[in-house]
């Protein structure tokens, strides 16, 4: 089993910036793909970014050039920074692991934008 924390959620005028953490624990022998989604109040749950096991990484067009994501192998942590924020920005964000043959998603971190 693997355990996913997420933290550095908060309230932040629009504009401002927050960056988001998620760690991994447990029985980890290789994490694949690290993933944040978000989930608005009334919407549907939505990727913001992922990063591959090579480190590539994938931006949902609305966070482009806004967020930066990042992770680091070796402390089994991935890291979303972002600026610029928008009210559009608010949501529950949740992080997601896969490892071979299973997905792990953590109980997510609120970020509430005022505007």
């Known amino acids: 089993q693997v355990q996913l924390v997420e933290s550095g959620g908060g309230l932040v005028q629009a504009g401002g910036s927050l960056s988001l953490t998620c760690v991994a624990s447990?029985?980890?022998?290789?994490?694949?793909?690290m993933t944040w989604y978000r989930q608005a109040p009334g919407k549907q749950r939505e990727l913001v970014a992922r990063v591959s096991g090579d480190g590539n990484t994938v931006y949902s067009e609305s966070v482009k050039g806004r967020f930066s994501l990042s992770r680091d192998n070796a402390k089994n942590t991935m890291y979303l920074q972002m600026s610029s924020l928008e009210a559009e920005d608010t949501g529950i964000y949740y992080c997601?692991?896969?490892?071979?043959?299973?997905?792990?998603w953590g109980k997510g971190t609120q970020v509430t934008v005022s505007s």
């Open positions: 447990g029985s980890i022998v290789r994490i694949n793909s």
């Open positions: 997601k692991v896969t490892t071979i043959g299973s997905a792990y």
